[in-house]
């Protein structure tokens, strides 16, 4: 069994080069907030600096994506908030299973984050436009769920591997 463990390690390099994209957007929406928000600040004590219309709305679509993509990440390294105050006191295999039964509902919330916030952004977001960027559609406005949602599945998948690879290959003990 563990030979199919050495194939299925060979994906590391994709989940690698996911991670590295999500992350590298966060860093570069981060940029576009810290920009922004300067020229905003700025234009208030400098008089022939004009403060945009469309700043509010720029940063705070910058933080709905950073807000969800980084939380996908977290998946990843594990990162998130969980319970884990019994586990030394539970069988081993038992908090095994329960943290797959744990990935399995993350997926399913990330499936229900693509399906539904693509719904929600082809459908809400095609019919208006933001107010102070008319040219700009709500569909952007929408798509950072389905978009952590496609982030979630991806990271949230490599988890479950590895939760479900430690059934089977037993890790080298260090002293």
């Not at 989940?15 to 208030?44: A, M, N, Q, T």
């Not at 004590?45 to 469309?54: H, K, M, N």
């Not at 039964?101 to 095609?126: C, E, K, N, P, Q």
Request: charged residues 15%; glycine residues 6%.
């Amino acid at each position: 069994m563990p030979g199919i463990f050495l194939t299925l390690d060979k994906t590391k390099p994709f989940f690698d080069l996911v991670h590295k994209i999500v992350l590298f957007l966060c860093k570069v929406l981060l940029l576009i907030d810290i920009v922004v928000i300067s020229i905003v600040v700025s234009g208030r004590y400098i008089r022939f600096l004009p403060s945009p219309a469309w700043s509010e709305e720029v940063v705070l679509s910058c933080m709905s994506y950073m807000a969800v993509l980084s939380a996908a990440i977290a998946i990843r390294k594990g990162l998130h908030i969980r319970m884990n105050a019994f586990d030394p006191y539970l069988n081993k295999t038992l908090v095994k299973s329960l943290d797959v039964l744990s990935d399995m509902g993350v997926m399913t919330f990330g499936l229900i984050m693509l399906v539904v916030g693509w719904r929600y952004a082809v459908t809400l977001g095609s019919r208006g436009h933001y107010v102070s960027m008319p040219s700009v559609s709500r569909f952007w406005m929408y798509f950072p769920i389905p978009l952590a949602g496609a982030a979630t599945i991806i990271f949230q998948l490599e988890v479950l591997y590895e939760h479900i690879k430690a059934f089977f290959v037993e890790e080298a003990k260090t002293v």
